[in-house]
C-alpha cells in the first residue's frame, strides 16, 4: 500500500508527525512531498527536527507566491511525482494552499484522497483557506473530522460516506510533547519571562497582515498591554509591518519582544505558560483551548467554535481597544469540555486508511 501525502506549512508537519511514524509503524510506504509553501528554517526544517521527522523524499521548493501562481506552480510540480508513485491515495492536510493541490491534483489524475481535518467551517468565504476547505472536502474519499461539529457540517452538506470522527490529531501530538517541551525548550529563560507574566500573539492571515488599517490596529491593541508582550512574527508579518513603517512602534514598546518563529517545543511551551494568548492562527486557537490558556482571536469568525464556549476564545477581529480590554481581563473562563478525542487520532485514522484501500470505499452522495 502506498500514500502520497503533500504537506508545505508549518501546521502541516506539526499534524503530519504522528501520522506518518504511525503509518511506517503499520507497514504503509509513504512517499512525503514539502510544497516548500513555508521556508523559512524555523517553520520547516527546525519542525521537522523538533518533531523527529525524516526529511521528505520529494521538496518541491515552492517558496512564496502570488495565491493564483503558487498553485500552478504546485501542481505542475506534483502531477509527475504522482505520477511516478502511482499511491493508492493522497493524503493533505488542513486548508492551505498545499492542501487544495494536493485535492486537485487527486481528482484529475483519478487517485483516492483523504483529508485529515475535514468538515471545518467558519461560514466565511472571504477566507481562502474557506474555499480551499470546501473544495477538498467535496473530492474526498476519506473525510477525517476532528469533532462532532465538523460531522454535522458535512451532514448539512450532503456528504456523508467515508466521513469519520477521529478526533483531532494537533490535540494527540500536543498531549504526547507537552512534557518533552517543558524539559527541553528553553525559550522562556532565553526571552526572561516567567510563567502566567506575559501575553503571547502571532499573527499572519493575509486578510490582517495585508490591510495596512488592519494591521496598525493589531500594532496599536498589543502595544497598549501592559503586561510583557511576546510577539512571534512571521516572516510575512514582518515584511508587512516594514513595509507599513509599522515595526518600529512596536520596537519602541519595552513591554512588547519581538522574536523569530521558534520550533515546535519552544511554540507549546511559550502557549502552555502564557497568561493570555492573541493569535489569528486556527491551530493556535485549538493549542490554547488544549492547555487551557483563555485566547483572543484577531478575527470575527473561527472555524474552531467549540472553542468559544465558556469564555475560552473569543472574537475581537482587530479592534484594539477590544484587543487590550480582553488581554487585560482577570475574569475566568468557566467549565473545560473535552471536544477533540481522547488522544489516539493516528492510529484511528492508520486503521481507516488500511481498511478504506482494501474495500475501495466509496464517497457518499453529494
Known amino acids: 500500500m502506498k500514500i502520497v501525502t503533500v504537506v508545505g506549512a508549518r501546521p502541516q508537519f506539526i499534524k503530519a508527525a504522528l501520522v506518518t511514524k504511525m503509518m511506517k509503524k503499520s507497514g504503509i510506504n509513504e512517499i512525503l512531498v514539502n510544497t516548500g509553501q513555508h521556508y523559512d528554517y524555523n517553520m520547516s526544517k527546525k519542525m521537522f527536527e523538533d518533531l523527529g521527522m525524516d526529511d521528505p523524499q520529494y521538496d518541491l521548493g515552492i517558496g ?49 484522497l483523504a483529508h485529515i481535518e475535514a468538515g471545518l467551517r467558519s461560514f466565511d468565504r472571504t477566507m481562502q483557506e474557506e474555499i480551499n476547505r470546501i473544495l477538498t472536502d467535496s473530492v474526498s474519499s476519506l473525510l ?15 456528504v456523508t460516506g467515508g466521513v469519520h470522527n477521529v478526533g483531532d490529531i494537533m490535540y494527540e501530538l500536543a498531549v504526547k510533547m507537552s512534557d518533552i517541551a517543558s524539559k527541553k525548550s528553553g525559550i522562556l529563560k532565553k526571552l526572561r519571562v516567567a510563567p502566567g507574566k506575559y501575553v503571547l500573539a502571532t499573527a499572519h492571515r493575509s486578510a490582517n497582515t495585508d ?32 513595509k507599513f513603517a509599522l515595526i518600529k512602534k512596536l520596537e519602541k514598546k519595552g513591554n512588547v519582544k519581538i522574536i523569530e518563529p521558534v520550533g515546535y517545543l519552544d511554540m507549546i511551551n511559550l502557549e502552555k505558560n502564557a497568561r493570555k494568548i492573541i493569535t489569528d492562527s486556527g491551530g ?49 473562563p468557566g467549565r473545560h469540555s473535552k471536544h477533540y478525542g481522547d488522544g489516539d487520532t493516528s492510529s484511528k485514522i492508520v486503521k481507516i486508511l488500511k481498511e478504506g484501500v482494501k474495500k475501495n470505499e466509496k464517497k457518499g452522495k453529494r
Open 144 to 158: 477525517f473530522c476532528p469533532t462532532t461539529t465538523a460531522v454535522d457540517n458535512l451532514r448539512n452538506e450532503g
Open 64 to 112: 512564496s507566491m502570488e495565491q493564483v501562481e503558487q498553485v500552478a506552480a504546485m501542481m505542475t510540480k506534483l502531477a509527475p511525482i504522482a505520477a511516478k508513485e502511482k499511491p493508492d491515495m493522497i493524503l493533505v492536510y488542513g486548508d492551505t494552499n498545499s492542501t487544495l493541490v494536493g485535492a486537485l491534483t487527486a481528482c484529475k489524475m483519478k487517485i483516492r
Open 211 to 242: 490591510s495596512p488599517s488592519r494591521l496598525a490596529s493589531i500594532v496599536r491593541g498589543l502595544s497598549g498591554i501592559k503586561d510583557n508582550v511576546v510577539f512571534s512574527l512571521h516572516p510575512r508579518t514582518r515584511k508587512m509591518l516594514e
Open 284 to 332: 493556535v486557537q485549538k493549542e490554547a483551548y488544549f492547555f487551557k490558556v483563555p485566547c483572543i482571536t484577531l478575527r470575527d469568525r473561527t472555524e474552531w467554535t467549540e472553542t468559544l464556549g465558556n469564555g475560552w476564545n473569543c472574537l475581537v477581529n482587530v479592534d484594539s481597544r477590544r484587543i487590550i480590554t480582553e488581554a487585560s481581563s482577570g475574569l475566568k
